[in-house]
């Protein structure tokens, strides 16, 4: 068996579950944020991911993203049901992992992956669609990006950067959360009644765990535990700072006070902003960008109310726009000082990079919505959607789980 480094390969065993655990983390901000009535449909929605995306993963995904590329597209179906991958390894010969331990790891990133998208399905959806549909773009939509981006595709040809998934994670989730929301329609009482979250407690509680787990999900992608994790680990934690800053001042200069929710979801914002960049940027460039993308997903969540969808906990504000922002400013402040793999921004001599970044960006933004807005008409045409009023009005958790939150 060819040798592996074991340092390395413990990091990324545990980056692994890091990053696994962000999915219970961001059940619990979603549900913080939804009604008391609709608590476990929230929960369930990116609970239930982890054991489908895993099985779809391990059949299908992980060829279509990392198989042999076909015409810069799409991958090879060498690997499915993840025929050959034990006993082989991953990356650089003096830091080479198991390839089992890198699929898993990918494997997390396409579960949490389906589970932002549900932030736009809340209250509204029929879980049995929401089973399909989340089957279906893991394979259609997620899959063929990572393969564009990671896998050999034509993105990565180009030479675009994402370190850790600004645009196969954030900018694709928010785009198909976009399609989602105009195919699904607004909530009943949305624009006339508040709809307020239940818990904002355990929202902060989901946003410490996912701060938490995004170590696993930007250091990790280093792929191995030498400097450039190190690097990256940095970057993760100061930008999630500044954003949480920026966010809160912004309140406080437009509302006079600055939110709990407001400190969780500015967090959340810079944590998403850095997320292509951290391993090609150093720390100071990381505290301009956390801050630059806390107070434009902060003014970004007015985008709903301005457009007139209804993306119930702001998927679109702060992960299309923060992903947006983040992989632009990768453009500007990226530096092969931080990583020789990378490439040089604007402001290391090559303006090259920002337009390459641009083209990542607007490329994910039209697959993703595209066919995304596409399996959702299949769906509703099909099984439908949306859930009747009688049963929006008494709360997902009885009528599609049997099952309530709490017991008063």
Same mark, same amino acid.
């Given at each position: 068996?060819?040798h @592996?480094?074991?340092?390395?390969?413990?990091?990324?065993?545990?980056?692994?579950?890091? @990053?696994?655990?962000?999915?219970?983390?961001?059940?619990?901000f979603?549900?913080?944020?939804v009604?008391r009535k609709n608590?476990?449909?929230?929960?369930?929605?990116?609970f239930? /991911?982890?054991?489908?995306?895993?099985?779809?993963?391990?059949?299908i995904?992980?060829t279509?993203? #990392?198989?042999?590329?076909k015409?810069?597209?799409?991958?090879?179906?060498n690997?499915?049901?993840l025929?050959?991958?034990l006993?082989?390894?991953t990356?650089?010969?003096?830091?080479? +992992?198991?390839?089992?331990?890198?699929?898993m790891?990918?494997?997390?990133?396409?579960?949490?992956?389906?589970?932002?998208?549900?932030?736009?399905?809340?209250?509204?959806?029929?879980f049995?669609?929401y089973?399909? #549909?989340?089957?279906?773009w /893991?394979?259609l939509?997620y899959?063929?990006l990572?393969h564009?981006?990671?896998?050999?595709?034509?993105?990565?040809q180009?030479?675009?950067?994402?370190f850790?998934?600004?645009?196969v994670?954030?900018?694709?989730?928010?785009?198909?959360a976009?399609a989602?929301?105009?195919?699904?329609?607004?909530?009943?009482?949305?624009?006339?009644?508040?709809?307020?979250?239940?818990n904002?407690?355990?929202?902060?509680?989901?946003?410490? +765990?996912?701060w #938490?787990?995004?170590?696993?999900?930007?250091?990790?992608?280093a792929?191995?535990?030498?400097?450039?994790?190190?690097s990256?680990?940095l970057?993760?934690h100061?930008?999630?700072?500044?954003?949480?800053?920026?966010?809160?001042?912004?309140?406080?200069?437009t509302d006079?006070?600055?939110?709990?929710l407001?400190?969780?979801?500015?967090?959340?914002?810079?944590?998403v902003? +850095?997320?292509?960049?951290a391993g090609f940027?150093g720390p100071m460039?990381?505290?301009?960008?956390?801050?630059v993308?806390? +107070?434009?997903?902060?003014?970004?969540?007015?985008l709903?109310?301005?457009?007139g #969808?209804?993306?119930?906990?702001? @998927?679109?504000g702060v992960?299309?726009?923060g992903?947006?922002?983040?992989?632009?400013?990768?453009?500007?402040f990226?530096?092969?000082?931080?990583?020789?793999?990378? /490439?040089?921004?604007?402001?290391?001599?090559?303006?090259?990079?920002l337009?390459?970044?641009a083209?990542?960006v607007?490329?994910?933004?039209?697959?993703?919505f595209?066919?995304?807005f596409?399996?959702?008409?299949l769906?509703?045409?099909?099984?439908?959607?949306?859930?009747?009023?009688?049963?929006?009005?008494?709360?997902?958790?009885?009528?599609?789980?049997?099952e309530?939150?709490y017991?008063?």
């Amino acid at each position: 068996m060819p040798h @592996v480094d074991t340092g390395s390969t413990a990091w990324m065993l545990v980056s692994a579950a890091l @990053v696994l655990f962000m999915t219970p983390g961001l059940a619990l901000f979603y549900a913080g944020m939804v009604r008391r009535k609709n608590v476990l449909s929230s929960t369930m929605h990116s609970f239930f /991911a982890m054991g489908l995306v895993s099985i779809i993963w391990a059949i299908i995904g992980y060829t279509l993203a #990392f198989g042999p590329d076909k015409g810069g597209l799409i991958g090879g179906l060498n690997f499915a049901g993840l025929s050959g991958v034990l006993g082989s390894v991953t990356g650089a010969k003096d830091a080479a +992992i198991p390839t089992s331990v890198f699929v898993m790891y990918q494997g997390m990133f396409a579960i949490i992956t389906v589970g932002l998208i549900t932030g736009a399905i809340a209250e509204r959806m029929k879980f049995k669609a929401y089973v399909v #549909f989340t089957a279906l773009w /893991a394979v259609l939509v997620y899959s063929p990006l990572a393969h564009w981006v990671w896998g050999g595709g034509w993105l990565m040809q180009l030479g675009a950067l994402d370190f850790a998934g600004g645009t196969v994670v954030h900018v694709a989730s928010a785009s198909a959360a976009l399609a989602c929301a105009l195919a699904l329609g607004k909530r009943t009482g949305y624009g006339s009644e508040e709809l307020r979250p239940h818990n904002i407690p355990m929202s902060v509680l989901g946003a410490g +765990i996912l701060w #938490f787990g995004w170590f696993g999900f930007n250091a990790g992608s280093a792929l191995g535990s030498g400097h450039l994790a190190g690097s990256a680990f940095l970057a993760t934690h100061l930008s999630a700072a500044a954003g949480l800053l920026a966010w809160n001042l912004a309140e406080v200069l437009t509302d006079g006070r600055p939110t709990v929710l407001g400190a969780a979801s500015g967090a959340v914002a810079g944590l998403v902003g +850095i997320t292509p960049a951290a391993g090609f940027v150093g720390p100071m460039p990381a505290l301009v960008i956390g801050a630059v993308v806390g +107070i434009a997903c902060y003014f970004g969540l007015r985008l709903k109310s301005r457009f007139g #969808f209804d993306d119930a906990l702001d @998927v679109v504000g702060v992960h299309g726009v923060g992903g947006t922002v983040g992989a632009l400013l990768t453009g500007v402040f990226a530096s092969t000082a931080i990583n020789a793999a990378g /490439a040089n921004g604007l402001l290391a001599g090559d303006p090259s990079l920002l337009w390459k970044q641009a083209v990542g960006v607007l490329a994910t933004i039209a697959f993703s919505f595209s066919v995304s807005f596409i399996i959702l008409k299949l769906l509703d045409a099909t099984m439908g959607l949306r859930v009747s009023e009688d049963v929006e009005a008494a709360g997902l958790d009885i009528s599609e789980h049997a099952e309530t939150g709490y017991e008063f």
